[in-house]
């Protein structure tokens, strides 16, 4: 299994330009998250999803999209991008069990600059 | 107010030193605890899960008090490649969300 893979590991964007954020996972689990990590901080929660077709603000949603059309993929979409953007992004995924999570993963991250 | 709180730290220790984090939580009825480890650049990594009645991995120990809601990670003869930021994780009482504490930074010095 290759866990969750997130692509691209780096990334410069101008100021205004969108991207997509890859994310992708083959452990079959349910729920995956995103969460952005600014330097010398804490993690904190964009987006979540309980299951495909299924998404849910987290604690700093503005300025990003989700989608989860199928259990494998859950990209990351920013519209227009500001230097306030600028972080280390990681996607995560975990499988929920007598509805308790459990499993949690994360990928190797994601470095975006926005100049 | 936050769901997990941390000493950031930095914590600074001699190789061999015994050395110990605590993080507290906010909710009570929180259902399970954890600590990750992270690197410095590179993804959060589960360290160890903590069980009400305390666990221990090797130099590692971990402990939950549920009446004061606070969890400790005990260190024991701190080795170089210790040197990371420990996360404090807890998962909420609805069980659909995690919360990472800040992180408490070590650095262990030869």
């Known amino acids: 299994n290759a866990g969750v893979t997130q692509t691209p590991k780096f990334r410069i964007l101008k100021i205004g330009q969108s991207m997509t954020l890859q994310c992708a996972q083959d452990?079959?689990?349910?729920?995956m998250y995103w969460y952005r990590q600014d330097p010398g901080m804490g993690l904190k929660l964009i987006y979540y999803?309980?299951?495909?077709?299924?998404?849910d603000k987290g604690e700093v949603p503005n300025g990003y999209n989700v989608s989860r059309s199928t259990t494998e993929y859950f990209p990351l979409r920013l519209e227009l991008a500001a230097p306030s953007q600028t972080s280390v992004y990681f996607c995560a995924s975990s499988y929920s069990m007598n509805g308790r999570l459990w499993g949690y993963t994360f990928g190797s991250g994601t470095r975006l600059t926005v100049v | 107010r936050k769901e997990v709180e941390q000493d950031p730290g930095p914590f600074n220790v001699p190789e061999g030193a015994t050395v110990a984090f605590n993080c507290t939580y906010s909710?009570?009825?929180?259902?399970?605890f954890f600590w990750y480890r992270q690197d410095c650049r590179k993804e959060p990594k589960l360290l160890m899960s903590?069980?009400?009645s305390g666990n221990e991995d090797g130099r590692f120990t971990a402990q939950l008090n549920r009446a004061s809601q606070y969890i400790s990670l005990l260190i024991r003869d701190s080795k170089l490649s210790d040197s990371a930021t420990y996360l404090c994780?807890?998962?909420?009482?609805?069980?659909?969300?995690?919360?990472f504490g800040t992180g408490t930074s070590l650095t262990v010095i030869p």
């Open positions: 999803s309980v299951g495909a077709g299924i998404t």
């Open positions: 994780v807890v998962r909420s009482d609805t069980g659909n969300q995690f919360y």
């Open positions: 909710n009570s009825a929180s259902q399970s």
């Open positions: 452990m079959n689990h349910n729920y």
């Open positions: 903590v069980y009400s």
